[in-house]
């Protein structure tokens, strides 16, 4: 586990670890699909999301059905709605994710 920590221009590999009050600047966050992070507290600047394997294709797939419009059936998995993030980004319809993630 990692608590308090900063991490500068690393990989860090997500997948079963526990993150507490971290701070990740410029880093490769990678996660395969196993078991999920713990990520409490952290502080993500200018990092970059990996998905690889298993966690790669759940994301494409995702895409794939939002892109086919199904939109609301890929928020309601997420367990969000298009209300939620409308008002939490201030824009309509469904944010898309910034290079800050």
């Known amino acids: ?4 920590e900063t991490f500068q221009y690393s990989i860090i590999i997500l ?13 490769n966050l990678v996660y ?3 078991r999920p ?3 409490v507290g952290c ?14 294709n759940t994301v494409d797939f995702l895409a794939a059905l939002a892109k086919s419009g199904a939109q609301s059936l890929v928020l309601n998995a ?3 709605s298009e209300g939620a993030i409308a008002a939490e980004t201030g824009t309509p319809g469904i944010a898309q994710a910034g290079p800050n993630g």
Not at 15 to 27: A, G, L, M, P, Q
Not at 43 to 56: D, L, M, R, T
Request: hydrophobic letters at 35%; a negative charge.
């Open 1 to 4: 586990m990692a608590q308090k």
């Open 15 to 27: 997948d079963s670890n526990e993150f507490r009050d971290t701070r990740f600047e410029h880093c």
């Open 32 to 34: 395969r699909g196993g």
């Open 37 to 39: 992070p713990v990520l």
């Open 43 to 56: 502080e993500f600047i200018q990092c970059n999301w990996v998905f690889e394997n298993g966690a790669k």
């Open 78 to 80: 997420l367990g969000l």
